[in-house]
Structure formats: structure tokens, C-alpha cells
């Protein structure tokens, strides 16, 4: 049975949660410090033990967040115990909780629950990848849909399980590569192309850094804040005329803003805690 390496994070004090002085809480502390690790999903734990379920790519990432945490935040207010969740067990608590959502004028489905009308992207909910329930995904699709993708190429960086390349095509895109260096991530995202028939997308596992890509007009990347602002240079070269931006805390976000100088800043979105911006090339 498919396992995924997770780490339970459990807040110990019921105050530990509040907003500081400052306004930022532990909970926001620990979001920001798990940016920097390979986190593929986040799911609330049950209320009794106030915390959250944080999912990896691999156990060697978990155990080394699961350190980090600990080094930064210790054991005063935090719990941090290393799991390993089965995927089937998820997945079958998702079919009673995991409903379709609407964003704008896309409706984001698990199979059992297709709607019988509308602009639908069928996702098979899995705990390594996102369904589009989380509000990066949400901030993606929603600035997606300001854009007129009609005619357009798309690469879709870090694509997982494929919810945003292929949202794109089917608001009109007349091409989109999604990639990504997971080839779990990849084969996800496949297995998700095929419950989306006549939806035309490339997927490849491929290293952004390394690969061999022609520039599109959009870029799509829903990133951390961290591997949007090194990823900066390469994300540049890649868009002829517009960039994605999400997945990084409202905190980040003139850091990661900063980090692309000269583009414009012809959106930004927020929900949460999390951010988006559409960028705009200085070429046009």
C-alpha cells in the first residue's frame, strides 16, 4: 500500500496560536519555516489536537524538516511527530469530505462528484498532490481566468497533479507543458489528463534548471516564496509576456515581487495567508 511520509504538528499551548505582538502567530512562524522544505500538502488535524498534517515528497525531506522545526521552534508549544499516512486510507476519507469547488468559472471536481454542467477539471484527490482545494491553487486558477489564453503556449513549472495545465487548456490554451522533477508528481498528473478526455497537455519529469525549453507567453509556477525568487532568472527567460506567481506567504510577497525587476505588476491576488501576482514582461 502506497504510504506518504508526513509530519504531525500539534500545538501544545491553546495560546500558542494567537497573534503576537507583531501579528504573527506560531501557526504563521511554522507555515513561513515550511516553505522552505519540499511540503506537497497541508490538512488540518482533527480540532481536538490543534494542528495540521504536513505532507513530503520523501521521508528523507520529512525528517529533515521535522529537525529544523524542532532546532527553530523546540518543544514548548509544539508537537512534531514523523507518520507515514497510507494513501488509500486518505483517499477514502476525502470521498466523504472532498467535494467540487468553484473558482470563477471553473468548477474543480473529484470523480465522485462531477457536476452535470459548467467548465469542469476532474482531479483524483491523492495526499501527495493538490486537488485545488488549497488557496494557491485557487489564486492560480482565479488569476488564470483575467488572462485570455486563447492561441496561447503555457508551461506549467512544478505541474503536480496537473489541476493547473490543465485548467489552462481547457480555457483555451493552444498548447501547455507541464513539468515537474517528481516523476510521481508526473505520472499523477497523467493519470488526471485521463479523466479530463480531449484535453490536449505535455507532461514531462523533467529538472527546470536543467531542461531544454522554449520560451511561451505564460508561465505558470506555484512555487514557495524561496524557490520563486531562485527560480527568478530561469522563470524570466522562459515567458515572452506574462507570469503566474503563487504559493508564497503575503509576507514574501515583496521579496518574491523584488526578485523579477522590471516586470509589472498587472495583478495581485490574496486569500489567506497566501498570495498571487500576474506579471507582465517589460518587453510588452
Given at each position: 500500500m502506497k504510504t506518504w511520509p508526513a509530519l504531525a504538528v500539534m500545538f501544545t499551548n491553546p495560546c500558542a496560536s494567537a497573534p503576537d505582538s507583531e501579528g504573527l502567530s506560531l501557526g504563521d512562524a511554522v507555515q513561513a519555516a515550511l516553505a522552505?522544505?519540499?511540503?506537497?500538502?497541508?490538512?488540518?488535524?482533527?480540532?481536538?489536537?490543534?494542528?495540521?498534517?504536513?505532507?513530503?515528497?520523501?521521508?528523507?525531506?520529512?525528517?529533515?524538516?521535522?529537525?529544523?522545526?524542532?532546532?527553530?521552534?523546540?518543544?514548548?508549544?509544539?508537537?512534531?511527530?514523523a507518520e507515514d499516512v497510507a494513501d488509500e486510507d486518505w483517499a477514502g476519507r476525502s470521498q466523504a469530505a472532498l467535494r467540487a469547488i468553484t473558482v470563477g468559472g471553473l468548477v474543480i471536481a473529484p470523480p465522485w462528484d462531477i457536476p452535470a454542467a459548467g467548465l469542469t477539471v476532474v482531479i483524483q484527490p491523492s495526499m501527495g498532490f493538490g486537488t485545488g482545494h488549497h488557496a494557491t491553487t485557487r489564486l492560480c486558477l482565479a488569476a488564470l481566468q483575467r488572462l485570455d489564453l486563447r492561441s496561447r503556449h503555457v508551461l506549467d513549472v512544478g505541474t503536480g497533479s496537473g489541476v493547473l495545465a490543465i485548467a489552462a487548456a481547457k480555457l483555451g490554451a493552444q498548447r501547455v507543458l507541464g513539468i515537474d522533477d517528481d516523476k510521481d508528481a508526473i505520472s499523477s498528473a497523467r493519470d488526471n489528463l485521463a479523466l479530463n478526455p480531449g484535453v490536449d497537455v505535455t507532461l514531462g519529469a523533467v529538472d527546470l534548471r536543467k531542461a531544454q525549453l522554449r520560451p511561451v507567453d505564460l508561465v505558470l509556477a506555484n512555487l514557495t516564496g524561496s524557490l520563486l525568487v531562485s527560480a527568478a532568472p530561469r522563470l524570466t527567460t522562459l515567458s515572452r509576456d506574462r507570469l503566474v506567481l503563487s504559493g508564497f506567504l503575503l509576507t514574501e510577497a515583496t521579496d518574491v515581487i523584488a526578485a523579477y525587476p522590471g516586470w509589472r505588476v498587472d495583478h495581485e491576488g490574496s486569500e489567506d495567508d497566501w498570495g498571487s501576482v500576474i506579471l507582465g514582461s517589460p518587453a510588452t
Open positions: 522552505d522544505h519540499s511540503v506537497t500538502a497541508i490538512t488540518e488535524r482533527p480540532v481536538e489536537t490543534d494542528g495540521w498534517t504536513v505532507f513530503f515528497a520523501t521521508a528523507v525531506a520529512r525528517d529533515f524538516a521535522r529537525r529544523e522545526l524542532l532546532a527553530q521552534f523546540g518543544t514548548r508549544h509544539l508537537r512534531i511527530v
